[in-house]
């Protein structure tokens, strides 16, 4: 009741009588859990997907977002995707479908929750002013106190990692409310430290935003000064401008995903057990005495002096994105797991992987991936231009992590001037890019692009090409550690910048946990 009530307040407040709309996909997608799981998912996306397309269409979101202005579309987008993947859970529970991915076997259910567990989890945690995304399963173990939420004890005898525990009847009457705030008061220094540093972050990111925006915001590309400016510039210039411009546009969001994560590690959900070293042969052979002395065991020299220190919880189950590893990325492969990270985790769980089935991704499946984040953010040309061309800049990423893994010499991928070079590939690809993401129309997107000669463009439609044509030798293979590029280049899918979705992000929970209601 809380949940619903704060959740209200807080929407109420921007978007005013536009919350009534929140009511459409909440509403229909309960009564598909309810009276249709074997057939919820697919419903959610034809008609939850659908209504948002059409809010997104009615009220021009895009403009209004652009002028500066709140818009109740942006609280609908991160709904419909709670929506959506409850809906697809339950429709993997009721139908029991063989070969699922781990994270989908790990996340169906085979219940639906009850109606208070439903709009708690709709409007919980003021979600839905800015995300992140999160899971029903995640929430309702963290309301019950189950899981990477339990006691200590519990925790550490089995629940460890960043997942949360088995959502089962008999671990969740084992919670009470007494043990489950054992769980938190050990760590609530540490969590407020977090918390409070992201609200610095948050200030420092805003701070940035308003310094840098009245010179790199749109003005930069549409007003008649400012334009002058950036069209007149030589063609190094230009590309520098496109790069303010794309940093100051990240900046706000960094910002708001920052007090979002600082919100949610204050209120305990960001947490993450402290992983459970496994025991050495000496502790278990001292197991073992004890076991058989009654319980005593002689301590010795050894074990007294090797005893390990314990280790510190985590705080980043919901960290939406990392400034550093967004900006300073050597391949386009770290982005999605750096930028915008909860919403990539649904693109990829529930879009890439299961258009994915039975075979390695390619670049259809990452273009079909990157139109419905193109739709899901809205209508407007610059949104289909800068996904169409993300999914490029990501196929590209993946051709470069192969020849550096299979063809090139060990020591090109370690030479810092070839990491500097991709450094700037990425960095001017990704602001290329996201400039048409800012712009939002069609003819002012693409006379920025010309004036730039469509240079990053051509240069990964070249890679990929050559890639196909020329493909990478695997007679041998290295270790990946020895490789700069990520590993996950190999199945990258996501976006870049801009308010874009990633859609590479690695699921944050173990595929041990079952759905069992």
Not at 42 to 50: E, I, N, P
Not at 136 to 145: F, K, P, T
Not at 336 to 364: K, S
Request: glycine content about 8%.
């Amino acid at each position: 009741a809380y949940a619903i009530a704060t959740g209200l307040i807080l929407l109420a407040y921007p978007f005013g009588s536009g919350i009534a709309n929140l009511a459409v996909p909440a509403v229909t997608t309960y009564a598909l859990l309810a009276q249709l799981p074997a057939f919820a998912g697919t419903l959610a996306w034809c008609l939850d997907f659908a209504f948002l397309l059409w809010c997104h269409i009615a009220g021009a979101s895009g403009g209004a977002w652009k002028e500066g202005r709140v818009d109740y579309t942006g609280a609908l987008m991160i709904l419909t995707l709670k929506c959506i993947a409850a809906a697809v859970s339950r429709q993997d529970g009721a139908t029991a479908r063989p070969g699922l991915s781990p994270y989908a076997a790990t996340h169906a259910r085979r219940a639906a929750p009850t109606p208070l567990e439903w709009a708690s989890y709709c409007l919980s945690c003021g979600g839905l002013l800015s995300g992140p995304f999160f899971e029903l399963g995640d929430y309702l173990d963290y309301v019950n106190r189950v899981g990477a939420w339990e006691n200590n004890s519990n925790t550490a005898s089995g629940n460890s990692g960043n997942g949360s525990g088995s959502n089962n009847e008999a671990t969740r009457n084992r919670a009470s409310p007494s043990s489950s705030s054992s769980c938190c008061l050990p760590h609530l220094r540490p969590a407020l430290l977090a918390s409070f540093l992201r609200l610095c972050k948050a200030v420092a990111c805003a701070a940035a935003y308003f310094l840098l925006a009245p010179r790199f915001g749109p003005s930069l590309f549409e007003s008649a000064s400012s334009s002058k400016v950036f069209f007149a510039a030589p063609l190094a210039s230009r590309f520098a401008l496109l790069w303010a411009a794309g940093v100051t546009d990240r900046a706000k969001y960094y910002a708001v995903w920052s007090i979002a994560e600082a919100g949610l590690i204050a209120a305990g959900f960001s947490y993450s057990p402290p992983p459970v070293a496994a025991a050495s042969e000496e502790e278990a052979e001292q197991q073992e005495l004890a076991a058989q002395n009654g319980g005593n065991a002689p301590m010795t020299t050894a074990t007294a002096t090797k005893r390990p220190k314990p280790a510190s919880p985590t705080f980043e189950r919901f960290t939406n994105a990392r400034i550093l590893g967004v900006e300073c990325a050597t391949s386009a492969a770290a982005l999605p797991l750096n930028w915008n990270v909860c919403t990539g985790r649904f693109l990829r769980h529930y879009v890439y992987e299961r258009l994915n089935r039975g075979g390695r991704g390619g670049l259809r499946t990452l273009l079909a991936t990157q139109g419905v984040a193109g739709l899901w953010h809205g209508t407007f040309p610059g949104y289909a231009l800068f996904f169409l061309s993300s999914a490029f800049m990501f196929e590209s990423s993946k051709a470069l992590y192969r020849y550096e893994k299979y063809s090139w010499p060990r020591w090109v991928a370690n030479c810092l001037p070839w990491k500097v070079i991709k450094w700037a590939f990425v960095a001017a690809c990704l602001n290329y890019s996201s400039s048409a993401f800012i712009i939002l129309e069609y003819g002012p997107s693409v006379r920025v692009w010309r004036a730039v000669h469509f240079l990053p463009s051509f240069v990964m439609a070249a890679i990929v090409v050559v890639s196909k044509v020329v493909p990478p030798r695997r007679g041998r293979r290295r270790a990946a550690s020895t490789v700069a590029a990520a590993p996950a280049a190999e199945a990258a899918t996501g976006t870049g910048a801009g308010g874009a979705a990633a859609a590479g992000a690695p699921a944050s929970q173990p595929a041990s946990r079952a759905k069992a209601e």
